[in-house]
């Protein structure tokens, strides 16, 4: 009886193990001077200078499929002298952080796409604006989309307003498209995972922010996310799963025949 009471653990506490690997997945890594703000909510900086700040999905998804996403933005509330932006970013390592000021938090990550809502001017417009830049390369000169004001209606966002943005991903016509507060602002057509990740579909997505010599509070709220997650074997978790449950049953059978 003591062999099968033991069983009985392992069969719970192996349920227990599987569960938290499934919860697991939901989870967020947060770096630098990014933190949680609860209710699906990442502030990446505070009103300091020189900050810089990650929060990546924890799992890679693949761009074999579409993707829809939506998000509240925060980008502050001192205008002229408010900076540095924030950006949404596709990249292979789930731990990657950026150059602070002018980098967005990304600079130097690559490969990588980025979707950059640059509050502050360097070498670009001096209306805040987005644009779609390509492997960590914040220049003017670099992006592959844009710049185009962020917001079809003003040309500042640090307003104290939170506004919605949307990113999508078209797996068929590879085409990266970008609303802001409900109208299409960018789109970018290219097969990214050939020209880009080297065909390897598998990225971590996530936001990073910066600040510089000037600064605003810069957070995000996930309101929506559809995606498609990468699994080298289709599945696998639920194989993992299924494997230990038959193993543990075929254990008990034989403990319960000893007894």
């Given at each position: 009886?003591?062999?099968?009471?033991?069983?009985?653990?392992?069969?719970?506490?192996?349920?227990?193990?599987?569960?938290?690997?499934?919860?697991?997945?939901?989870?967020?890594?947060?770096?630098?001077?990014?933190?949680?703000?609860?209710?699906?909510?990442?502030?990446?900086?505070?009103?300091?200078?020189?900050?810089?700040?990650?929060?990546?999905?924890?799992?890679?998804?693949?761009?074999?499929?579409?993707?829809?996403?939506?998000?509240?933005?925060?980008?502050?509330?001192?205008?002229?002298?408010?900076?540095?932006?924030?950006?949404?970013?596709?990249?292979?390592?789930?731990?990657?952080?950026?150059?602070?000021?002018?980098?967005?938090?990304?600079?130097?990550?690559?490969?990588?796409?980025?979707?950059?809502?640059?509050?502050?001017?360097?070498?670009?417009?001096?209306?805040?604006?987005?644009?779609?830049?390509?492997?960590?390369?914040?220049?003017?000169?670099?992006?592959?989309?844009?710049?185009?004001?962020?917001?079809?209606?003003?040309?500042?966002?640090?307003?104290?307003?939170?506004?919605?943005?949307?990113?999508?991903?078209?797996?068929?016509?590879?085409?990266?498209?970008?609303?802001?507060?409900?109208?299409?602002?960018?789109?970018?057509?290219?097969?990214?995972?050939?020209?880009?990740?080297?065909?390897?579909?598998?990225?971590?997505?996530g936001f990073t922010g910066s600040?510089?010599?000037?600064?605003?509070?810069?957070?995000?709220?996930?309101?929506?996310?559809?995606?498609?997650?990468?699994?080298?074997?289709?599945?696998?978790?639920?194989?993992?799963?299924?494997?230990?449950?038959?193993?543990?049953?075929?254990?008990?059978?034989?403990?319960r025949k000893s007894l």
């Amino acid at each position: 009886m003591k062999s099968f009471s033991t069983s009985v653990k392992v069969l719970l506490l192996s349920g227990l193990f599987i569960s938290q690997a499934f919860n697991a997945r939901s989870q967020y890594t947060v770096n630098g001077s990014a933190a949680a703000n609860g209710d699906d909510c990442y502030i990446l900086t505070q009103f300091v200078g020189n900050q810089c700040g990650s929060v990546w999905y924890a799992n890679l998804i693949t761009l074999a499929e579409d993707f829809d996403m939506t998000f509240q933005v925060y980008l502050g509330s001192y205008d002229n002298d408010g900076a540095d932006g924030i950006a949404f970013v596709m990249q292979p390592t789930s731990t990657a952080l950026g150059i602070a000021g002018g980098g967005l938090g990304y600079l130097g990550i690559s490969p990588s796409i980025a979707v950059e809502y640059d509050t502050w001017q360097n070498d670009d417009p001096w209306y805040d604006h987005i644009s779609v830049q390509r492997n960590g390369d914040v220049n003017y000169s670099g992006a592959v989309a844009g710049p185009v004001q962020a917001s079809a209606t003003s040309f500042n966002i640090e307003d104290n307003q939170w506004h919605t943005t949307r990113i999508t991903w078209d797996a068929e016509t590879f085409t990266l498209a970008v609303y802001f507060d409900n109208a299409l602002r960018l789109s970018y057509t290219n097969d990214i995972v050939t020209n880009t990740y080297s065909g390897n579909p598998a990225v971590y997505w996530g936001f990073t922010g910066s600040t510089g010599g000037a600064a605003n509070v810069q957070q995000f709220c996930i309101t929506s996310v559809t995606f498609g997650e990468y699994h080298e074997v289709p599945l696998s978790p639920w194989i993992f799963a299924l494997s230990i449950l038959v193993i543990l049953g075929v254990t008990i059978l034989r403990l319960r025949k000893s007894l």
